[in-house]
């Protein structure tokens, strides 16, 4: 199964980068961090809209999409872990994580989303939101190994 993850913005060097680097190497699934950026200074809603034109072209075509949005569902570990392993269970090979801008992502992504998980009811740096993704993305894939991380 192949993992995308495509965010707004940059990830530099630094401790959300060394998470990362660390998450994504324990990681059997290929994963690939897709960093998306609009340089125009545009009114909040022009660039919500140039976001997810930007966000939609770092998805592989015919990607499952997920959107890591406040308004969607929260979902437990277990919970992910039993999507994703289903998905690969279908023959889905392209799954893809969208983490909008400061402002969120635009309805043109959340109508396209096969599934929308919030983080639950505070608001996370977005650097950080990438680390706790891909960490949850690890421990799914624990849960489906039965390795005692998740414990």
């Given amino acids: 199964m192949n993992l995308t993850i495509a965010a707004v913005g940059r990830m530099k060097a630094g401790a959300e980068k060394s998470l990362w ?6 990681l059997n699934w290929s994963l690939t961090l897709k ?24 998805v ?20 992910l872990a039993k999507k994703l392993g289903a998905w690969q269970d279908d023959g889905i090979s392209e799954i893809a994580f969208v ?5 969120g992502l635009d309805q043109t992504i959340l109508d396209k989303a096969q599934l929308k998980i919030a983080m639950g009811a505070m608001t996370w740096p ?7 993704l891909i960490e949850q993305i690890y421990r799914a894939q624990c849960i489906l190994s039965n390795h005692p991380y998740h414990k």
């Fill in 35 to 58: 960093e998306v950026e609009e340089k125009k200074p545009l009114k909040p809603a022009q660039l919500k809209i140039k976001e997810a034109e930007l966000l939609l072209s770092a």
């Fill in 99 to 103: 983490i909008g801008g400061s402002d």
């Fill in 126 to 132: 977005h650097l950080l939101a990438r680390v706790m």
């Fill in 60 to 79: 592989p075509k015919g990607a499952t999409l997920v959107a890591m949005d406040r308004g969607g569902r929260e979902l437990a570990s277990t919970d």
């Fill in 21 to 26: 680097d660390d998450y994504a190497k324990r």
